[in-house]
């Protein structure tokens, strides 16, 4: 890959807690704990992705009152949906590559062992909602696009715009370098076609900084900008959620991959990938590359494994492997693309896994655990390193720079 050589970051198969410990990040806000025990001290317990945290404290306190399992899921997940600050899900959400937010979700009732799931959903903000909806008021698990949508506004839903300004800036942006996902993809033999890396990153990067200052981006936002248009995110939120009594239920809802072609479903609305519970197993949901979450069945190879006997921790890895092995160990490949487990297991052991230590370098993924505290704690990656730290360029001919 040119210039941008594998060598630069050292990379350490297996659970090496000591070395993420040597890269230990920049205290953030909320401070990002040691990892503990990954066994609950207590019961109720909810893991969510880094996102839901300041929301679990409030869901917590209503699992305490008695509150379903899935309602407790739903309401660490709709404060992300409801921030038009955070642009990874819902309200806010950075768009498909015709700025249009596209929404998916997808949720499980352990005791009732339903579910249910919507995908490409435009103009209706709590996604994790409807999913919740076509489980309850439907004969069927997943409804997509308008007729999803008109679902929605007849169970009540507002139809509304879901593009802030500040996402529609970023997707301008991303117009100017106009990149496409027509492949061809990182599994096929050619994909070199279509991330060439190496040559002048520097230029790009001064460009884009040009372009976002004409946009009137923010002098502060502008790196953020910039990386989501060189590294288009995949931002989501899982949370899953054990109750005293034993009960679990998971949701995952996300706006899917930035700049996607219209009309693409990531791992997030499939049962099975994004999100998955066994009321006699565990829970488990994810966030990252959906393409290879869905060929892996992350969510339910992670239940599976631990019906098996598996701990969270190794149920994890062992999924995080699978998509290793779908491209041969090739690093290569694999340093373009991440993938986060969050696993909670009926007996409230969990564990929040990662391909890679973290998007950047000093910010580690992390998983969101509320058992009478709640807390960041830093996942536990396979490999170490950031996932972000080669942008996948263009090919000349594919951009308009
Ligand atoms: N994991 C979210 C997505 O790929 O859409």
Excluded at 87 to 95: H, K, Q
Excluded at 155 to 163: A, I, P, Q, S, T
Excluded at 246 to 271: Q, V, Y
Aim: glycine residues 12%; neutral net charge.
């Amino acid at each position: 890959m040119g210039d941008v050589g594998w060598t630069r970051r050292d990379v350490v198969s297996g659970l090496a807690l000591g070395a993420l410990a040597r890269g230990a990040p920049a205290a953030e806000t909320p401070q990002i704990e040691p990892r503990r025990s990954m066994r609950a001290t207590a019961l109720p317990v909810i893991v969510s992705a880094g996102n839901g945290h300041a929301y679990l404290d409030a869901a917590y306190r209503r699992l305490h009152e008695g509150v379903d399992t899935l309602e407790a899921a739903l309401q660490v997940v709709r404060g992300p949906e409801d921030d038009p600050n955070d642009d990874s899900v819902g309200l806010g959400g950075l768009p498909n590559e015709d700025g249009v937010v596209e929404l998916d979700a997808s949720c499980m009732h352990g005791p009732t062992r339903r579910a249910g799931a919507v995908g490409a959903v435009h103009d209706i903000k709590n996604v994790s909602l409807l999913a919740r909806e076509v489980m309850l008021h439907t004969g069927h698990v997943m409804l997509v696009g308008e007729g999803a949508e008109r679902f929605a506004v007849a169970r009540g839903f507002k139809r509304e715009d879901l593009l802030t300004d500040a996402s529609r800036k970023v997707w301008l942006l991303w117009k100017q370098v106009h990149s496409d996902w027509w492949g061809p993809g990182l599994a096929d033999p050619d994909w070199q076609d279509r991330l060439p890396g190496g040559a002048d990153q520097s230029r790009d990067r001064g460009r884009l900084e040009q372009i976002a200052q004409d946009l009137g981006i923010a002098a502060e936002r502008r790196h953020d900008a910039i990386q989501k248009v060189l590294f288009p995110p995949t931002g989501t939120i899982h949370c899953s959620v054990l109750n005293a009594k034993g009960e679990m239920s998971a949701c995952t809802t996300t706006s899917g991959l930035a700049w996607k072609l219209a009309g693409r479903l990531g791992d997030s609305p499939i049962i099975g990938a994004g999100c998955f519970t066994d009321q006699d197993v565990g829970s488990a949901g994810a966030t990252g590359s959906g393409e290879e979450n869905i060929k892996v069945a992350g969510a339910h190879s992670i239940v599976e494994s631990m019906r098996r006997g598996m701990s969270p921790l190794d149920a994890g890895m062992d999924a995080l492997k699978r998509i290793v092995r779908n491209y041969g160990g090739d690093l290569e490949r694999l340093k373009f693309l991440d993938m986060t487990y969050y696993v909670l297991r009926k007996d409230g052991a969990y564990a929040g896994v990662s391909l890679w230590t973290g998007y950047e370098p000093g910010k580690p993924h992390t998983i969101a655990v509320h058992d009478g505290s709640p807390r960041l704690e830093q996942t536990v990656s396979l490999y170490h390193g950031a996932s972000r730290e080669w942008p996948p360029r263009v090919a000349p001919r594919r951009r308009g720079l």
